[in-house]
């Protein structure tokens, strides 16, 4: 019985556990749907129930973490994430719920845009690496937050506050973009504030290569600059070259303006009479700017007058001296020129400044620019400095004169001059002979420069080109028989023969005879030819006209007339139907018939009257023998009308007479057989 009962439970346990699998099955099929549905909550609960069943269920533990994991982001709560993280610290979800956290911990910071919001951030996320945080873009955040408040902190001139800012941004992010700039222009703005000698000095030591560096040395150089300008003394401006770091760039305006008032008050003090004290201000200049103008002179001037034993008057002279040298730099001069021999009067004037009267005397003759001025300085100054340039501004306006008039006589007259500029103008004659594009100009350049024929070659031809007459051709012809547009030259010659044929028949003939190769043959015989189809049967037509004769004496006249006129037009257009012109050769054979015709028609016409005059005579004879005997009157009246059309078409016949009798005759008898007065 024992043994049974063991049995029984045996087979209890295995009911049970084949009940429990097919449960747990089934719970895991339902919880998967609700998975894969979005349905969490349900799908987690039937995954307890497996897990109540049967622990080690394959792929449990998963399931469960998924449902828990996306019940916790449904709740979008940072609380249940964190707690979804405490329980499966270990899972496979565990660090994409970290990811959610520092994402909406980050969010949340953005939305504030506080530096303690992004600090907190940094210390409530859950991801300590930067890699898959926002703790870089959070350290951007705060330092973007700093450089504002720096930067308006800077504006209001709160330099210790912004200092502070900028050294918080470099230890937050040594790497930050120009975060060195931005320290040292705040340091530019807090010498500048200050605004003295030793606020930049202190600067420029710290920074003097930075970005801010040549400000700094440009705002010192001014500092420096107003300084000397105001006090006005030659140690002042003896300090601004020791201490400005620009004294020595040449193109510092402030430099050039403290050059210009020393040099100005040495004039004034020279102008006074205290030459010692202006020369210590000329040679400063000098050891800045050696070429500064008229420094030298003024050092020789002020010099001269230092060292002069008579100082009487000595005020006027520098006063006329320096108005002279004035109006010699401002281009004045003829009243440069007055000056210095006002001083030239009084023996005064220092020997090596003696030459500014020359320069005077050159620049007037120069400004003048004619040639009467500058032959004036060559009669003062016949060895003078500028005696060469002179010559040459003689020798270029004597050639503007002769570019002026634009005459083979100008040009003539200027190498009369200077026989030796031949070859040196040479362009300039070949440029007037191309412009003026004349035979006299084109003969003027070949006799001056034979051996450059070819280079003129294409102007005579253009020139040929466009005057367009034989005469002019023939010029090219003459001087280049083998010339590079020879072959255009003939063309030429041979069109404008054909062009002033026109529409002379004869000409064109001739023209045909001469050229009979030349492409203008065609267009001679088209004319021709049209001539003959215009002219041609109008011609004849005028000669053969039939005209109207009273007298068979005046039909012989008109018809002898016509014939020595027909034998004219064949002797007219004979020779263009021997030029195998087949319009003419028709017209002379036409004219050749019409002369034939005539011929017989003046023959025939005498035979062909007799012969009628017989038939006609034989008829009447015939009619008057049967008269009396058949009384009809039809053979009558044929009589009657054949002897009235002979009449009619020989009016000059002999027979007229003696039918115009028998016609009357017959008229009678047709009459009487009719009874009716019918004469």
Sequence with gaps: ?????????????????????GCANYYYKKGQEYLDNDQYIEALLYFRKIEKLKKDYPDLLFKIETAEFYIAKQENSIVSLKRFIEKHSEGYLCEEAKKIIDNKLFEDAKKKDTI??????????????????????????INRIRLKNANDALNAKNFTAAMLLYQQIRQLDPAFPSISDFIERTEFEMAKDKGSKEAWQFFLKKNPNGNYAKKAKTEYDSLLYQQAKTRNTIEDYKQYFQESPLAHETMNKNRKA???????????????????LALEYFEIVKTKQNKYPYLHSRIELATYCKNCINKSGIVDYIEIYIKGEEALANKYYSEALEHFNKIKEKNCLPVKRYEYIEDSEFNIAKQANTLDAFKKYKKIFPVGKYINQVSGYIKDLNLTIAKEKNTVEAFQNYLNKYPNDKDSIKNVIFNFAINKSTKKAFDYYLELYPNDKDSIEEGIFNFAKNKNTEKAFAYYSEIYPDGKYIDQVKDSLIYLEFVNAGNNIQKLFKFIKKYPKSEYVVKAKQKILSYIKKYGPKELAKITKVKKVKTKVDQKELEKEQIE????FISKYEKFSKAKFSEANFLVLKAKSEIKRIQLNGESRDREEENEYEKIKAEVDKVMKKIEKEQTTTKLQNVIMQITEFLNKYVDSKQQQELYNKKFILQKKLNELNSEPNF
Excluded: W
């Design 1 to 21: 019985m024992y043994s049974n009962v063991k049995v029984l439970i045996r087979l209890i346990c295995i009911i049970t556990f084949i009940v429990s699998i």
């Design 565 to 568: 006129k027909l034998k004219k």
């Design 116 to 141: 303690s919001a992004y600090e907190s951030y940094q210390e409530e996320t859950p991801l300590k690496d930067d890699k898959h945080s926002h703790r870089k873009d959070a350290i951007v955040a």
């Design 258 to 276: 403290i050059l210009n008032k020393m040099f100005n008050e040495g004039l004034r003090l020279l102008k006074t009479g205290k030459c010692q």
